[in-house]
Each structure stands twice: as C-alpha cells, then as structure tokens.
C-alpha cells in the first residue's frame, strides 16, 4: 500500500493517534488526522503502532512474562529506538505492507521517523522529523535523567518490581512536573501566567499560578496512573542512548554522514525556536548532514512558536500546513506553497496569542506575510485568519472574521487588495486581537 503513513508515537503516547468508531475518545494528534487535515484520510492510510517498552499493548516492563507468570518488571531487557523501529516493520510486514508512502514523527517519533529511513530506505519513500535529533545531547539526556531520578528515589518503585502494591505514584508524580517545564516555553508561561499570584500572602510553597499549573499536571498524570513509572525508565533511556552514527567500516570512525547514507528520500525536518528539550540547533544539523551526504531534497522549517516542545501536538496551522504541503507535493513540488503559508500563519499566531504589537514585530510580521513581494494580499491575510482561528479555538466566529476583514480592507487606500508596508503598519493589531482571540488568552 504506497499510500500508507507510518505515524511514529512520542514517548509517553500511545497508538490512539485519532478517534475511530470504535473508540470515540480524541487521539493525541486528534486535529491532525482527517479529511482536508495534515494526515488526509482521503488520501492516506495511517497506521500508529504501539511503542516497544511502552504500556499500551506493545511488550514492556508491565507485560507478563509467560515464563513466570508476572509482569516483567526490573527484568525486561533494554533496548534501543532502532529496536523499536524494526518492530514497527516487522508489523508491517505481517501485514504484508512493503513500502509506505512517508515515515511521520514528532520527538521520539521524529527520531524514529529518521531510523526507519536509515535502516528500511528502499521502503519509505518521504521522511517527516519534528523536533527530533540525530543524536541525544546533554541538556536532554540531564531533563530525562531527573525524571528517572524522580521515580527510582520514591521507595515504592521497589528497583522496578512493584507491581503487587502501590507503585511510585509520588515519584511518578514529580517526574511529570519536572517533564512539563520541558515541554513548554518561557515566553509561554509569561504570556499565561505572569507573576500571578494565588493569594497576597506570602506561603511557603505555592505563591504563583505556575506553582500551581506545575503540581495540577503531575498530581493528573499520576492519579490517572497514565503511564507505567518503569516504561517511563526504559524507554527515556533508549532515548538517551539514541544516535543515526555508524562506524565506518575503511576507518573505525563514527560517522553521522555514515549512518545516514541511506535517507535519501524527501525529507521535511521541523525545528521550534522556543524548544528547550529539543533545541532547533539539533533539527538543523539534521538538514545539514542529509545535504552533505547529498539530500537534494531536504526543507527545513524553524517555527517562531510560544508552544515550545508541545508545538507539533498545539500548532495545527504551521506543523500541519508544513506536514501537509511536504506529504501532498507533486513530483516537481508544490510544498512550498502550504510552508509558506504556515510560516506565515505561524508568524501571525504568535504576535497575536503574545499581544506582541511593537513597530519592530509589525516588520518581521510583515515581511513574513509579503513574502518579498512588497506587498500583502488582504486575501491571503483572509485565509490566514481563517487557518489561525482553528487553532486559536471556538471564540472566533464567522461574523467576527467578517468583521476584522472589513477593518483590513479600509486600509486599502488603492483598492487594489494589497496593503503596502506604510499601510500593513498602521493596522491596529489591538482591536484584531481583542475581537480575535479575547476570550482564548
């Protein structure tokens, strides 16, 4: 099947990518997936497997071990995101897929996305890597270990065999606060929280509504028990662990350029400039190294986003018109014309869900929208009101677009339907935003 989308998971996400009839419940990329949307089931067949290692279905450290009779615990073998990869082939192949049409991820998935096209090049024919690497850094091997660290110290983990009683419940707790400061941004948490207060009394503790955000989020994954402490483990280990480097066989070397001779194929890689865990200087050198080893047809997208590491699952106009563009390109390639349009949206989103209206933004705005035209299209900002509005929520209604157009149009002193630089700056992105997004931010 040449139109199957292998759609590889993230972490702690399972293969409930996006509603069914079977299970009406949202998926986690639940506005990515549909008709018209960056996965187009009118065009594609998305298959989500289950990750090795984690706790929904696929062999973990919860699994029971037919040899005993219970749940593996400490004794479940490590194992590496390449493992987790042939996996995910091997189910393709009992399926009797040989060949899919684009290999889809976004952090581990994104990693494995550039794996599968690595080890199984003849078989994919587009690769899609979001906020991902080609070898783990540092910063992010120390974010994991502290989550580790969180989990092994509460006694209850019990060095993984804890299955009969309670469990880390407090470790696991911890471990996803401290998780959750990774997966957003600084300018995010200023734009939502400020300095806020609870209360004017000064306690020891909880003083400010990111205090209080922070501990929500751990004390909801771990009353859910949303996910096993020891796949958790595990599977940030392999993460840790993960490098496309090879060692060259004439030389003894490690090679990046080596382990990543086979991904040739089309290649969209997407960075985010606000990412702490995944830093955008990491998507480059992916760009960088598939040019190198002579990638003809590499784009590389750096989105200016508020959303951090969380972008690929928030930001539906930028992530998904780039995914859409690159996977629906025609042989001579039209994807440029979905990316600019989300780079542009992308743009838009920000100066709005930011209040960020200074005559400095108003120039990077505009030229993000003119496209070095020297003008911009009132139509094209039409539609762009229209992509935003989706990911901006329900508070934008058809009248209220209708609206903000009008007030755009009486810009136009030729009536030509293009603002010039001189009037693209006089518009007052205050009452856009007031009437746009009041109720969202």
């Known amino acids: ?34 008709p018209g949307r960056a996965l187009d089931t009118d065009f594609f067949y998305i298959i989500c497997v289950n990750n090795l290692g984690s706790c929904y279905g696929s062999s973990g450290p919860s699994s029971i071990d037919p040899k005993t009779g219970q749940p593996y615990g400490s004794t479940f073998p490590t194992f590496t995101i390449q493992d987790q990869v042939k996996c995910q082939f091997a189910l393709l192949e009992h399926l009797g897929i040989d060949r899919i049409h684009a290999s889809v991820g976004s952090s ?24 991902a690497c080609t070898s783990t850094h540092p910063g992010g091997i120390a974010f994991r270990q502290m989550q580790r660290e969180c989990i092994m110290s509460d006694p209850n ?11 880390p419940v407090n470790g696991l707790r911890l471990a996803r606060q401290a998780g959750t400061i990774t997966y957003r941004s600084g300018p995010e948490w200023q734009t939502r929280f400020g300095r806020t207060k609870v209360s004017n009394e000064l306690v020891i503790g909880e003083n400010f509504m990111i ?21 958790l483990i595990w599977m940030s280990t392999a993460m840790d662990n993960f490098t496309l480097e090879q060692i060259v066989p004439e030389s003894g070397d490690l090679s990046l350029e080596y382990g990543m001779r086979d ?21 480059r050198e992916i760009a960088k190294v598939l ?33 859409k563009g690159h996977l629906e390109q025609e042989p001579n390639g039209a994807s440029h014309l979905h990316m600019d349009s989300a780079r542009s ?12 209206f200074s005559a400095d933004s108003m120039e990077r705005l505009f030229h993000a929208l003119a496209q070095n035209r020297g003008k911009v299209s009132i139509d094209e900002v039409s539609s762009l009101l229209y992509l935003v509005a989706m990911t901006m929520g329900e508070h934008c209604d058809k009248v209220t677009l209708e609206e903000i157009l009008k007030y755009i149009k009486s810009l136009d002193g030729n009536n030509d339907g293009m603002l010039s630089k001189e009037e693209f700056m006089s518009l007052d992105l205050t009452f856009v935003c007031s009437r746009f997004c009041h109720e969202s931010t």
Not at 17 to 27: C, F, I, L, V
Not at 157 to 167: F, T, V
Not at 211 to 231: C, L, M, V
Not at 297 to 317: A, K, N, P, Q, W
């Open 345 to 356: 949206a992308s743009v838009l989103l920000g100066a709005l869900w930011n209040k960020e």
């Open 263 to 283: 991904i040739m194929q089309p290649a969209l890689v997407i960075g985010v400039q606000t990412d702490v865990l995944f830093p955008c200087w990491q998507q």
């Open 157 to 167: 983990w019990n060095k993984g065999d804890y299955y009969s009683g309670d469990g």
């Open 291 to 323: 040019r190198k080893i002579g990638n003809q047809r590499v784009s590389y997208y750096e989105l200016d986003s508020i959303f951090g590491h969380d972008t690929f699952l928030l930001d539906t106009v930028a992530v998904g018109g780039a995914v």
């Open 1 to 34: 099947m040449d139109n199957t989308v292998l759609l590889h998971c993230g972490m702690s996400a399972s293969s409930h990518a996006a509603s069914t009839e079977e299970n009406p419940d949202p998926g986690w990329w639940e506005q990515f997936i549909g």
């Open 108 to 131: 581990l998935g994104g990693m494995q996305a550039l794996t599968a096209a690595a080890l199984y090049g003849s078989r994919v024919k587009n690769v899609v890597s979001i906020s």
């Open 211 to 231: 205090e209080q955000y922070i501990r929500h989020q751990g004390k909801k994954w771990a009353t859910k028990r949303a996910f096993d402490p020891n796949s």
